[in-house]
């Protein structure tokens, strides 16, 4: 059955306002090196008029694969939500010029802001961001548009946004409405901690609405509360179909019924590790679409981190289909 888009991603609508700051800078303005911080509303002010070189460009975790995803030549949408702001109306329009389709309007009348990430960068490239999640953290089942959902292939869910019970119901209703028209539905656990706060939640979501999980190493072993990953996987493999396990610059594990295959990766020094497993993601989800072998959609999800590594910010400067051609994974006709 022939479906509108590939892919549908719902996550977290974040402007990345990139700048640069030397270590004084940083000091000054008491921002710890290297990390990413959640910050709060008047804070988000002072950091952002701080700027000197402002970059703005379009990220959040999920949208960030389905960028990648683009470049690949797939269909795809975004549910997020943003203010009618100009930080927001920038965000929707960005998307919509990239290829990807941005079905939610901004809301009028939402007292808070449009996300934004102030990420300053060092002189030794190290990235300090500092995250306000405004309006994209209100996610709920209001914003889910079920005829949206159902003309999804492939529904991909960043777990960031089950935080809130709001995020829970609006998973629950998307991933209902994708597999009643006979897409898959499947989630990034996206944060250890993420996962620790709501580890009884996620797991009933994993059990009862998904087909495919992509974690990393200590997200799986938090999920499980174990210090033994085949413990994890075997527990999971028990309750959903397709598993992923990334593990830095280890071999990625994946599982699908039956069968369990890794993937070498090519150890690489990160220019700047961003992105990394948002374009592993993006990788992964075009060999689940395009119905390729398991051992595929795990070398085609590492080519796409190794690319995303090797230069500045977390969305692809190469188009992954020009990529993965040169390296034999698929053909391009013409």
Not at 60 to 82: H, M
Not at 144 to 154: E, F, I, R, T, Y
């Amino acid at each position: 059955m022939s479906k509108t888009y590939d892919v549908v991603g719902i996550g977290n609508a974040v402007v990345d306002v990139i700048s640069h700051g030397d270590d004084s800078f940083l000091d000054n303005m008491g921002i710890t090196k290297g990390i990413m911080q959640l910050i709060e509303r008047e804070r988000a002010e002072v950091l952002y008029a701080a700027m000197s070189d402002r970059v703005q460009t379009p990220g959040g975790s999920v949208a960030n694969t389905l960028a990648g995803l683009g470049t690949l030549g797939l269909s795809t949408a975004f549910v997020g939500r943003v203010k009618d702001d100009a930080l927001g109306r920038f965000y929707a329009d960005s998307m919509v010029a990239e290829g990807t389709d941005f079905p939610n309007p901004p809301v009028n009348g939402e007292h808070l802001p449009t996300s934004r990430s102030m990420i300053f960068v060092s002189p030794d490239g190290e990235r300090s961001m500092n995250t306000y999640l405004g309006v994209s953290s209100e996610l709920s089942e209001e914003d889910v548009d079920p005829s949206v959902m159902g003309a999804a292939k492939l529904l991909f869910l960043e777990g960031y946004l089950f935080d809130k019970d709001k995020g829970k119901s609006a998973f629950l209703a998307a991933a209902a409405a994708c597999r009643a028209a006979g897409g898959q539905a499947g989630i990034t656990l996206s944060d250890p901690f993420c996962v620790d706060r709501h580890r009884d939640g996620f797991r009933a979501l994993i059990e009862d609405e998904m087909d495919f999980v992509i974690g990393n190493e200590a997200e799986w072993l938090s999920l499980y509360e174990t210090h033994d990953l085949d413990v994890a996987l075997r527990e999971a493999a028990m309750v959903c179909p397709t598993l992923v396990c990334t593990r830095s610059g280890e071999a990625v594990i994946l599982r699908r019924d039956d069968e369990q295959v890794e993937v070498p990766v090519e150890k690489i020094t990160p220019v700047d590790a961003t992105g990394a497993g948002d374009q592993f993601a993006a990788g992964f989800l075009y060999g689940l679409a395009t119905e390729q072998s398991l051992e595929m959609a795990g070398r085609m999800g590492v080519l796409a981190a190794a690319e995303v590594i090797r230069h500045i910010g977390p969305r692809p400067h190469r188009p992954l289909r020009q990529l993965f051609a040169e390296e034999g994974l698929i053909q391009i006709e013409g």
